[in-house]
């Protein structure tokens, strides 16, 4: 990607000399952008408690049924919160956007393979997170659900729905009206956002770390298309080729040997669902090493550009967070975490 000025309209400085209208503007900014995601994800939720609980009392066998499960997660998010908390975005008019740049086919490779390292950096550290919370399960929640529904509603939603809503509300809507007051608060916050937005520890640090990615890379490029690319890619190898390959895998032993200790013959399924599942695990682990090398490698080509209307250092953290739409917003995501515990 070749470096492209930022067009400013101010200087760097705007708001030492502008002083207090500005930084309330800026203050009014991000709060009105932490309500709209407060919005989005209060909406959805409580949209989601109430059906449950009205068919507990009226209909509780379709509260185990697969399309239910997937149901109370896409209506609520994506057909009803998501078009409100859209509203509430538009508050806030959005600056100019990034300067627009293509990508070649090996950068965008090289970004998926980072990619890559940084979902199973991030899943290891979920894990442990996880694992070090008394009385907490391993999994998300999402996992059985993966594991349970039909590979065409996994690809619909995961791989084509949700990336698409998902970068346009991270990405598109937020850095589009943040950008302005720095890159590397919107990066930041764009990540913390995801990431909190998941609502688990499991979740939590690989969404964090893809989202500042994925944020880096609209904010070089001024492209959708690249991070929602990626998105999907990377709910695609998750949520569709890790649970069928798993799914391959399920009747077998976690002890292999027993297979040599009883004499017993794999059958063919179980021969090609375990040299699948290696073959995978291989191309998965030596993926993520590569992306880290290609990280460290690449480190230097990663910069940011001027901001036309920077916050003064040592306000940024009580500008853009401490505010009233923020602090809802990460109120709400606590008692998610909470939640998820239980």
């Known amino acids: 990607m070749m470096y492209t000025q930022f067009p400013c309209d101010g200087s760097p400085a705007t708001f030492e000399r502008t002083g207090g209208p500005s930084l309330f503007r800026a203050r009014r900014t991000f709060s009105t952008v932490g309500l709209a995601c407060f919005f989005i994800l209060m909406i959805s939720t409580l949209i989601q408690l109430a059906a449950s609980l009205l068919l507990q009392r009226l209909a ?16 609520p998010i994506y057909c009803i919160a998501f078009p409100l908390g859209l509203l509430v975005f538009r508050l806030v008019p959005k600056a100019s956007p990034p300067p627009m740049q293509k990508m070649r086919p090996g950068q965008l490779l090289i970004c998926f393979i980072i990619c890559l390292f940084l979902m199973y950096a991030g ?15 391993a999994s998300s929640g999402l996992d059985s ?10 690809a619909a939603v995961m791989v084509l729905l949700a990336p698409i809503i998902e970068e346009c509300i991270f990405r598109k809507l937020l850095i589009d009206r943040i950008r302005r007051y720095g890159e590397g ?29 994925f944020a880096y890379i609209y904010l070089r490029t001024g492209r959708m298309r690249y991070p929602v690319f990626l998105h999907m890619a990377i709910n695609f ?6 649970p069928f390959l798993l799914e391959l895998t399920m009747d077998l032993p976690a002890d292999l040997s027993l297979y040599f200790v009883q004499q017993e013959a794999m059958s063919p399924e179980e021969i090609s669902g375990f ?22 490698v690449h480190r230097k080509k990663f910069f940011l550009l001027p901001a036309p209307e920077r916050l003064p250092k040592g306000k940024g953290f009580s500008i853009s967070v401490l505010n009233v739409g923020m602090l809802l917003f990460l109120l709400s995501t606590v008692l998610l975490f909470v939640f998820s515990l239980l």
């Open 145 to 154: 659900l993966v594991m349970g529904s039909s590979v065409w509603i996994r």
């Open 275 to 296: 040299l699948l599942m290696g073959l995978y695990s291989t191309f998965v682990f030596s993926t993520a090493i590569a992306g880290l090398v290609l990280l460290i």
């Open 123 to 137: 899943n290891i550290v979920g894990l442990f997170v996880t694992w070090l919370l008394p009385g907490s399960a």
């Open 60 to 75: 509780p066998q379709v509260l185990s049924s697969p399309w239910y499960v997937w149901a109370q997660i896409v209506i």
């Open 237 to 242: 190898m998750g949520g569709v080729i890790a």
């Open 185 to 213: 608060i919107s990066i930041l916050l764009s990540g913390a956002m995801f990431g909190l937005f998941h609502g688990n520890f499991s979740q939590c640090f690989y969404a964090f770390a893809l989202g500042c990615m």
